[in-house]
T-cell receptor, first 114, second 110 residues
Framework: ETGVTQSPTHLIKTRGQQVTLRCSSQSGHNTVSWYQQALGQGPQFIFQ???????GRGNFPPRFSGLQFPNYSSELNVNALELDDSALYLCASSFSGASTDTQYFGPGTRLTVL | KNEVEQSPQNLTAQEGEFITINCSYS?????LHWLQQHPGGGIVSLFM???GKKKHGRLIATINIQEKHSSLHITASHPRDSAVYIC????????????FGKGTLLTVNP
């Protein structure tokens, strides 16, 4: 059984650029959630995808967008990068997204915006 | 005020000590999660609770729904327990959003 993987591990971008982060969910899981974790803070919910549809969204502007593919892998896209977007981006997959499901986290992508 | 508050923010203990980390929340929840995050970022789910108490090895988690409070206990702490421990709650409903506390940094010295 393959765990949750994320790519790339680290990324450096400049203000105004666009970035795409990728997440492969654990085998058998159809739900992926994305989180942003600033240094010294707890993760903040960005959005969740369930069976290729956005299932819920946190307080993030529209320049944060996502996709989920038929194999349930997912992408997080951020346009017009700002300095405050520098953070660890985590994805987590679960069997169905229900509150009773355990979420399995990937190792994260550390994004630095200069 | 954050919806999920953890205390203490930082905790230093000697190997073998009994550890307690507290989590209070202000919203109605369907489940509460305790997570462990090691340096470098990887997060591991330790427990999911909706009532009562759960035990796994040296770790014990309890929740009091009426008081909106949960505790994570570590018995016979060990340096490898050093990590950030995060409490997160599910508000339930159709939005499966997890709301996280800021975490408690635990350092266990040999």
């Amino acid at each position: 059984e393959t765990g949750v993987t994320q790519s790339p591990t680290h990324l450096i971008k400049t203000r105004g650029q666009q970035v795409t982060l990728r997440c492969s969910s654990q085998s058998g899981h159809n739900t992926v959630s994305w989180y942003q974790q600033a240094l010294g803070q707890g993760p903040q919910f960005i959005f969740q995808y369930y069976r290729e549809e956005e299932n819920g969204r946190g307080n993030f502007p529209p320049r944060f967008s996502g996709l989920q593919f038929p194999n349930y892998s997912s992408e997080l896209n951020v346009n017009a990068l700002e300095l405050d977007d520098s953070a660890l981006y985590l994805c987590a997959s679960s069997f169905s997204g229900a509150s009773t499901d355990t979420q399995y986290f990937g190792p994260g992508t550390r994004l630095t915006v200069l | 005020k954050n919806e999920v508050e953890q205390s203490p923010q930082n905790l230093t203990a000697q190997e073998g000590e009994f550890i307690t980390i507290n989590c209070s929340y202000s919203v109605g929840i369907s489940a509460l999660h305790w997570l462990q995050q090691h340096p470098g970022g990887g997060i591991v789910s330790l427990f999911m609770l909706s009532s009562g108490k759960k035990k796994h090895g040296r770790l014990i988690a309890t929740i009091n729904i009426q008081e909106k409070h949960s505790s994570l206990h570590i018995t016979a702490s060990h340096p490898r327990d050093s990590a950030v421990y995060i409490c997160a709650v599910h508000s339930g409903g159709s939005n499966y959003k997890l709301t996280f506390g800021k975490g408690t940094l635990l350092t266990v010295n040999p």
